[in-house]
C-alpha cells in the first residue's frame, strides 16, 4: 500500500525531505503523498522514513492504493530505474 497524510497534518515540513521517491509535496492545505511514487520506503529503508519523523502520527496506510511487497519493490525499480536514465 502507499502513504498517505490525513488531515491531522500540522504542515512541520519534516516528512518532506524525508523521502527518497520524492513522493511527498506539499498540498493546496497539508502535505500529500503521491501514491505512484510511494513505496513504503522498501528498497530504501526498513520502515517508512516519513511515518518515523512525523509527530502527530498521520501518515497510515493508504486503503485506496493496496499493494503487496513485491509490487512495492517493483515499483521501487521502476522509479530507481527512471532517475538513473534521466538526463543530469
Excluded at 519534516?14 to 528498497?43: F, L, R
Amino acid at each position: 500500500m502507499a502513504l498517505m497524510i490525513t488531515d491531522e497534518c500540522i504542515n512541520c515540513d519534516v516528512c518532506e525531505p524525508e523521502c527518497p521517491n520524492n513522493a511527498i509535496s506539499q498540498g493546496v492545505e497539508i502535505y500529500q503523498i503521491d501514491p505512484g511514487k510511494c513505496t513504503e520506503c522498501v528498497g530504501h529503508y526498513d520502515r517508512p522514513q516519513c511515518q518515523e519523523v512525523c509527530p502527530v502520527d498521520c501518515i497510515p496506510l493508504n486503503p485506496e492504493w493496496v499493494e503487496t511487497r513485491d509490487e512495492l519493490e517493483r515499483k521501487y525499480e521502476t522509479l530507481t530505474q527512471l532517475k538513473v536514465s534521466a538526463p543530469a
